[in-house]
Each structure stands twice: as C-alpha cells, then as structure tokens.
C-alpha cells in the first residue's frame, strides 16, 4: 500500500503495551492479479498476517476467516430490548445483538409454538442439550413457564439463527 500520512495518536505513553495509532490514506494498493475473483480481493487468497502484541502473530487463513453477510437495515437496538432480556443471566452479549437488529420490536403470535402432530419431546434438559427448541417448548408446555427456562429455550433457538423463533419464545 501507497499512503499519504495523515496523524499520528500516541497511545498510552505512561503505561506498558503502548504504541501508536497512526492514520493514513491509502493512495495506490498493489496487488497480484491470484488474489482476485472477480475483479474483488478474495481474503482466502492472502497471505493475512495479524500482530497481536509482544512477539506474538497470527496468521487469517481457513477457517479463521468468515464471511459475515451485512446487515440488511438498521435494527432496534440494544436500548429497544425490554429490561427482562437485558438483564438475563442466560443470555450472552451475543444474543443480545441478534434480538436487537430485528428490524422492529415483535409482537407476541397467538399461534405460536405450533407442534407437528404426533410430536414427542424428552426433558427440557435432553432438549435443551440435543439443540431442539421446539422440543424444549414441547416439553416445558403444561408446566408454567418461568423466564429462565424461556431465556434457556431462547438462546437455543438464537445459537440457530432462528430469531422470529426466540423472540416469540421471549415473548411468551
């Protein structure tokens, strides 16, 4: 990279582990023509070197590098989330930001959950454990439902991906 210097920060000259942050402009990037698809940057075609302090480094590569898709809108946010979430023992920072970037605060559905007919479930545990949230509500359905079991069903809805499915869970 070709930069033109803009700032120089430094960062904690009185403590350990101080540096500099220093702000550039990248004005002309060099690269070979392997790293592209598309005419794009493909990261898995790098040879990405992280530093992570003393003489530590870390190489991005494999596994290690993850496409993450951007978000389609803006969500709630954490501020919009009802105290009784936020202040769970059982939900994670995580969670919480996948409850908080549903476009708008859901409404509790009257339908649901709705069982497949013939459906069987084990303990909360068992269920809770095998990953089924489904099953866990099955489960807990005649007993009354306190928060944190909801809170529990949620975050196995929520590890995944089903937020429609935990929020409703959180709603109940």
Same mark, same amino acid.
């Given at each position: 990279m070709e930069c033109k210097f803009l700032e120089n920060i430094?960062?904690?000259?009185? $403590?350990?582990?101080?540096?500099?942050?220093?702000?550039? /402009?990248?004005?002309?990037?060099? $690269?070979? /023509?392997?790293?592209?698809?598309?005419?794009?940057?493909?990261?898995?075609r790098?040879?990405?070197?992280?530093?992570?302090g003393y003489n530590w480094y870390a190489r991005a590569h494999g596994d290690a590098v993850f496409e993450l898709a951007k978000p389609r809108w803006n969500g709630i946010g954490f501020d919009a989330l009802p105290e009784s979430i936020t202040s769970s023992d059982i939900l994670t920072g995580n969670d919480l930001a996948k409850l908080a970037g549903v476009k708008e605060l859901p409404v509790r559905d009257e339908n649901f959950p709705h069982f497949p007919e013939g459906m069987n479930a084990d303990s909360l545990e068992v269920e809770l454990q095998a990953g089924n949230g489904l099953g866990a509500l099955y489960a807990v359905r005649n007993i009354s439902q306190d928060r944190?079991?909801?809170?529990? $069903?949620a975050k196995v809805f929520l590890a995944q991906n089903q937020v429609e499915e935990a929020w409703q869970t959180l709603l109940m």
């Open positions: 430094p960062l904690g000259r009185n $403590i350990g582990g101080n540096g500099n942050l220093m702000l550039v /402009e990248v004005v002309r990037l060099h $690269i070979a /023509e392997s790293a592209l698809v598309d005419g794009k940057i493909h990261p898995q790098l040879d990405l070197v992280a530093r992570m944190r079991r909801l809170h529990q $069903i």
